[in-house]
């Protein structure tokens, strides 16, 4: 009896998580996968043809293309410097503190500031990084015309080094002090000691910030937007930004919504196969 | 019956609150909150036209009402996103600036905005059609049905120049390149192409080129004239280095951002860059000339209109409101306090519109607009076009693509669209 109360009592303080789960995530994805089944008129049913059409559509392998491509580019130079951060404000270096409140302000900013912020950096004419070049005698560049994906890329790596630094700084201070001391009295120089310590024992964080960057990269949306409107021409058209285009351009739900359960399950995919690498290698 | 303890009993009531708390969130508005809803009345404008006689004339509307009114401006792309899905959940705004002529004949022909010929015949003062230029008109009619009024009517093709660099303005696209190419020096360029598609329209038309012709599914025709016109662009950037490549962004302000930092001596615009020249830089000495003449002289027609959606609460209302801020008084304070050009004849007639030189070249500027192909908006593809349009338009001005195959390409891409 006092069993099947307690467990009377756990449905009790569920159910706001089960509904909040049902109503504002499983049932727009189900709505999703319904409308993905319908024309842009919304009536006629057309079964799958909106998830084979995408697979032929030019602009959205192309999207998907370049999506790829600013995932990758975001996550090994977001990785690289957000660990790098960490490992040298994990010293005890004066200031330090001052230093990881600041690195976090460019994540804590809206990607809307971020956006108009770097549009206006990178102006080729009055933009401020062309004057500081100039000034140095060197030519002012045109960032976003010449490499814009490159440059959403750098932006993103700019905004968000900050959180993987705060992640990595947490998996290194939970790292014991004893490893290093028995590697350094064993005569391992500092390379040494990153590699053969502190890069396997970050793992389990690594694999964190791969998977969370992975996800939001593939989502990403509002910096191409705001910064470049996915041009020039379609070069950061990124997926979303394609899916966005379809739904609110071309006013076709039925293929926009196809196009966001392709996301959906590339993204599961994806860090489902990211998950399995990660227990292999902690195995 | 089972015993409740004091410990299960307090479990149960703190569950059942939780359970109580998230249903009430849940629940419908309360009727009192839709009662306060009607009594709001919501318009979306483009944050570009938030001009203080349109706030005054619509505070008074509220005013007068008894309403309270919700006036929200965006940038045109958020504008339409936002309305798009405002169209598909139903909960739409009262009155809605239209970013063009043949957007709201799109949304008409969808069934979401109202066709506006009975409240117009039924309020005879108003004066439509009779006193609205016939253009600004025509292009908002499809089979003989007005989806929307013209709030204002502008030409892009205008050469804005800074007199103290450029004495005598361009009359052709000879000249054009000519001062373009001698003025370029240091750190200003002799003009500045936009990176938004729709700057080139002025071009296009003074080689007699059409943008579509929906009926026979061809676009940018002639092939000839649309080459040589985004050849010219092309080469103003990237062969005679007299205009810097245009930075891809939703804001259309470059060009008129660098006149005003005189960091460009002309560059080719429409009457909604007066103001901002004018509050932003007073001391530049502003010369406004008409449009060029390639094989023709041309300007494309601009301007926005308003249209009521067809689940406004209170189209009557809408209606009205409309009538206010297209009033020829309205019409003539926005004018004086923005520069911008007007549909009306009786604007056009009032001695201090006819007294002013900008707004006379203006006219002669609305006086060569080419033809719009209303069955583009009809077709109900305008808005796919457009961007793929954007997206090869991108390509040549800012990517060097090179123009014959890209024209090409979007021929092919807006056919198949089509």
Redesign the interface.
Not at chain 1, 122 to 126: E, G, I, K, R, S
Not at chain 1, 225 to 230: A, E, F, L, M, R
Not at chain 1, 247 to 251: I, K, M, Q, R
């Given at each position: 009896?006092i069993r099947r109360?307690q467990a009377?009592?756990a449905w009790?303080?569920l159910?706001?998580a089960v509904?909040?789960f049902t109503?504002l995530f499983f049932l727009p994805i189900g709505n999703q996968l319904l409308t993905g089944l319908y024309d842009a008129d919304g009536v006629s049913f057309v079964g799958l043809g909106n998830f084979s059409r995408a697979l032929s559509d030019p602009e959205v392998v192309h999207s998907f293309l370049i999506t790829l491509l600013y995932a990758a580019g975001t996550l090994i130079v977001g990785t690289a410097v957000g660990l790098g951060l960490a490992v040298i404000l994990n010293q005890a270096l004066p200031g330090r503190t001052l230093f990881r409140s600041l690195l976090l302000i460019p994540y804590l900013t809206s990607v809307s500031i971020v956006g108009l912020l770097w549009?206006n950096i990178?102006?080729?004419?009055?933009g401020i990084l062309n004057r500081l070049l100039e000034s140095l005698g060197l030519p002012g560049q045109?960032w976003?015309?010449t490499h814009?994906l490159a440059t959403i890329v750098g932006i993103t790596v700019w905004s968000g080094a900050g959180y993987t630094m705060v992640l990595f700084l947490a998996g290194l201070q939970g790292i014991p002090g004893l490893y290093y001391e028995a590697a350094r009295i064993d005569g391992a120089g500092p390379w040494r000691r990153f590699f053969a310590i502190t890069l396997p024992l970050l793992a389990p964080t690594t694999l964190f910030v791969s998977i969370i960057g992975l996800i939001s990269t593939l989502q990403q949306f509002a910096l191409p937007?705001?910064?470049?409107?996915?041009?020039?021409?379609?070069?950061?058209s990124l997926y979303a930004h394609r899916l966005?285009?379809v739904?609110?351009?071309?006013?076709d739900?039925g293929y926009a919504s196809a196009l966001s359960v392709l996301l959906l399950i590339v993204v599961l995919v994806l860090s489902l196969a990211q998950l399995r690498i990660g227990d292999r290698a902690n195995a | 019956m089972?015993s409740?303890d004091r410990r299960?009993f307090l479990?149960?009531g703190l569950?059942?609150t939780?359970?109580g708390a998230?249903g009430t969130g849940?629940s419908p508005a309360t009727p009192a909150a839709q009662k306060q809803d009607a009594r709001t009345f919501t318009i979306y404008w483009n944050a570009g036209h938030g001009y203080q006689v349109y706030k005054d004339v619509i505070d008074q509307f509220g005013k007068d009402h008894d309403l309270e009114m919700n006036w929200q401006k965006f940038q045109w792309?958020d504008l339409?996103?936002k309305l798009?899905?405002d169209f598909?959940s139903g909960n739409v705004p009262d009155l809605v600036e239209e970013v063009s002529a043949g957007t709201g004949t799109q949304y008409g022909l969808a069934g979401n905005v109202l066709a506006l010929d009975e409240f117009a015949t039924a309020d005879q003062a108003f004066g439509f059609p009779g006193d609205f230029i016939d253009q600004a008109v025509v292009a908002r009619q499809y089979e003989g049905t007005t989806y929307s009024i013209p709030l204002h009517l502008t030409a892009n093709g205008l050469v804005f120049y800074n007199k103290e660099m450029i004495d005598k303005p361009p009359a052709t696209w000879d000249e054009f390149l000519d001062l373009a190419r001698s003025t370029t020096k240091d750190k200003v360029?002799g003009t500045a192409l936009n990176?938004d598609a729709s700057y080139a329209a002025p071009f296009y038309s003074q080689q007699n080129v059409d943008f579509s012709q929906v009926g026979a599914k061809q676009f940018m025709v002639p092939q000839d004239g649309a080459r040589k016109a985004l050849q010219f662009m092309q080469d103003l950037i990237f062969t005679h280095k007299a205009s810097?490549?245009p930075?891809?962004?939703?804001d259309y302000s470059g060009p008129q951002?660098?006149f005003s930092?005189e960091?460009a001596a002309m560059f080719v615009s429409g009457p909604w860059d007066i103001g901002p020249i004018r509050q932003g830089s007073p001391d530049i000495d502003l010369g406004l000339a008409v449009p060029l003449t390639g094989a023709v002289q041309a300007s494309s027609m601009a301007g926005s209109g308003l249209m009521i959606p067809a689940k406004a609460k209170d189209p009557e209302l809408s209606w009205e409101l409309i009538t206010r801020l297209t009033a020829v008084k309205t019409e003539l304070a926005a004018t004086k306090e923005s520069g911008m050009s007007m549909p009306r004849k009786s604007w056009a007639a009032d001695p201090a519109v006819a007294a002013d030189p900008n707004l006379g070249t203006i006219a002669k500027a609305l006086a060569v607009v080419a033809d719009q192909d209303v069955a583009l908006a009809a077709s109900?593809k305008a808005?796919?076009i457009t961007?793929l349009w954007?997206?090869?338009y991108?390509?040549m001005i800012?990517?060097h693509?090179p123009v014959e195959q890209t024209l090409a390409d979007f021929r092919k891409q807006a056919g198949a669209a089509l």
């Open positions: 009896m109360r009377a009592t009790l303080f159910t706001p509904l909040f109503l549009r990178l102006d080729p004419q009055v045109t976003l015309s814009p937007y705001i910064v470049t409107g996915g041009g020039p021409g379609n070069a950061t966005f285009i739904a609110f351009n071309d006013n739900f | 089972p409740l299960s479990q149960l569950g059942a939780v359970l998230v849940c792309p339409t996103t798009t899905a598909r360029s990176s810097p490549a930075v891809a962004t939703t951002k660098l930092a960091r109900g808005a796919q961007e954007k997206k090869a991108q390509q800012i990517q693509a």
